[in-house]
Nanobody
Framework: VQLQASGGGSVQAGGSLRLSCTAS????????MGWFRQAPGNERKFVAA????????RYADSVRGRFTISRDNAKNIVFLQMNSLKPDDTAVYYC?????????????????WGQGTQVTVSS
């Protein structure tokens, strides 16, 4: 599975962005999907995950209530809706797929990664 993330950009604090993740080759079918982010000098950290059907989600405490992950399996696309953005949300955001069908926050379980999309939030 080859993943392509898009939708990043620069916004002011309080603004919104929607990230998308598509499969340029292969399919998401049966895969759990996740979003991670990495700020300069920091390790890559879990943001949100969704199970294979879309019926279960998981969020990092820092984004819960502000971000929403969703998926459309018919279109082979996963979204991350980000609202009430803060400067601390500034990072490169990566989508990832795991053969584990559940919504997992365990980074090492993810087998496939997209190239990342930059999100910059200014105060």
């Amino acid at each position: 599975v080859q993943l392509q993330a898009s939708g990043g950009g620069s916004v002011q604090a309080g603004g919104s962005l929607r990230l998308s993740c598509t499969a340029s080759r292969g399919t998401f079918e049966g895969h759990g999907m996740g979003w991670f982010r990495q700020a300069p000098g920091n390790e890559r950290k879990f943001v949100a995950a969704i199970n294979w059907s879309g019926g279960s989600t998981r969020y990092a405490d820092s984004v819960r209530g502000r971000f929403t992950i969703s998926r459309d399996n018919a279109k082979n696309i996963v979204f991350l809706q980000m609202n009430s953005l803060k400067p601390d949300d500034t990072a490169v955001y990566y989508c990832a797929a795991t053969t584990v069908p559940a919504a997992t926050d365990y980074r090492l379980s993810y087998d496939y990664w997209g190239q990342g999309t930059q999100v910059t939030v200014s105060s």
